[in-house]
């Protein structure tokens, strides 16, 4: 099992990203959450088997159709089992 903190940079917010993030991370099995960060960009940590985690890695370096990623930043963490679902959290 694996987790992945990730960070998403270009037009990634106003272009379904996060929703497109969260049925993504549900067909394939994985936790954690995504949110939009104030100074544009989008962060997410992703719980799951290793190749599930892989493939969603990959998937974040092209995003939903209307996105334009520019880079990605991805940090290994251990794997702690801490959550239930996927979600989509809210910056207040």
Same mark, same amino acid.
């Given at each position: 099992?694996? $987790?992945?903190?990730? #960070?998403?940079? +270009?037009?990634?917010?106003? %272009?379904?990203?996060?929703?497109?993030?969260? /049925?993504?991370?549900?067909?394939?099995?994985?936790?954690?959450?995504?949110?939009?960060?104030?100074?544009? $960009?989008?962060?997410? #940590?992703?719980? +799951?088997?290793?190749?599930? %985690?892989?493939?969603?890695?990959?998937?974040? /370096?092209?995003?939903?159709?209307?996105?334009?990623?520019?880079?990605?930043?991805?940090?290994?963490?251990?794997?702690?089992?801490?959550?239930?679902?996927?979600?989509?959290?809210? %910056?207040?």
């Amino acid at each position: 099992m694996k $987790r992945l903190h990730i #960070v998403i940079s +270009g037009r990634v917010q106003g %272009v379904a990203f996060r929703a497109a993030t969260r /049925e993504k991370a549900r067909v394939l099995n994985l936790t954690g959450w995504v949110r939009n960060l104030k100074d544009g $960009r989008v962060e997410a #940590v992703l719980e +799951g088997e290793d190749d599930k %985690v892989d493939l969603m890695r990959h998937w974040c /370096e092209h995003g939903p159709p209307l996105a334009m990623v520019t880079g990605v930043d991805a940090t290994d963490e251990y794997y702690a089992g801490e959550f239930r679902d996927f979600t989509i959290l809210y %910056v207040k």
